[in-house]
């Protein structure tokens, strides 16, 4: 092979890989119009939702109503996240998209978590938030700041971020969008401290640099 056709097939491949990554990188693309959830209760397990007869199709597929609704916010972290994913809504499915209302209590907070699927961008529409996120091994770099009304911030696809309502005495509310019809939430104590069955004690304690005992009084909170 001459060094022009090495040239040239080397670029193909390398084309062809940054292809493959970018298809990878989100939910795959639909090859109809749409493709409305049909019923869940199937007999096959599918990556996503078959889809329901096109000619059964009506406008309520493509609607939601209930993010007017404050979530109950009555918790251990003061917050509620009221999700709009192909589960409520079936029009989205295929779609690679989804949104979420989140209400916080005065002084609430919805804990760091990953979304495994998607990037997530968030509005604030009442009140001020401190949000933040940190990157992968080895930095580990922590971007925060102080949203107000009208503010905007990214977080970044399975990134560890949080929100928080910095004001005690009133409630606040934001939007969410994200990059998947089923962007999937790992709450890190959760998975850390009340996974079943549980991770060893010993593990943890190694760990965080923590004694045995306080790790399963962690594990028992959860």
């Not at 939601?64 to 916010?73: E, I, M, S």
Request: include cysteine.
């Amino acid at each position: 092979m001459t060094s022009v056709a090495s040239f040239f097939f080397g670029l193909v491949v390398a084309l062809s890989c940054l292809s493959l990554q970018l298809a990878l990188a989100s939910d795959p693309g639909h090859l109809q119009d749409f493709c409305v959830a049909a019923s869940r209760v199937i007999t096959v397990l599918l990556n996503g939702v078959a889809c329901k007869n096109p000619s059964t199709v009506t406008a309520n597929d493509f609607y939601f109503r209930g993010l007017h609704v404050a979530g109950n916010t009555s918790n251990a972290q003061g917050s509620r996240v009221t999700p709009v994913f192909a589960a409520q809504l079936p029009g989205l499915n295929t779609l690679g998209i989804s949104m979420v209302r989140i209400d916080y209590a005065a002084g609430g907070q919805n804990p760091p978590h990953t979304h495994p699927r998607a990037t997530e961008i968030l509005l604030v529409l009442q009140g001020s938030l401190e949000v933040g996120f940190v990157t992968s091994n080895p930095n580990n770099r922590h971007f925060t700041k102080t949203l107000y009304k009208g503010d905007v911030f990214v977080f970044p696809s399975n990134t560890i971020h949080y929100q928080r309502n910095t004001n005690w005495k009133a409630p606040a509310v934001a939007i969410a969008a994200l990059s998947s019809q089923n962007p999937g939430a790992t709450t890190i104590a959760n998975a850390v401290f009340g996974s079943q069955p549980g991770i060893s004690a010993d593990i943890l304690a190694k760990s965080f640099s923590l004694d045995v005992a306080t790790v399963n009084f962690m594990q028992s909170k959860f």
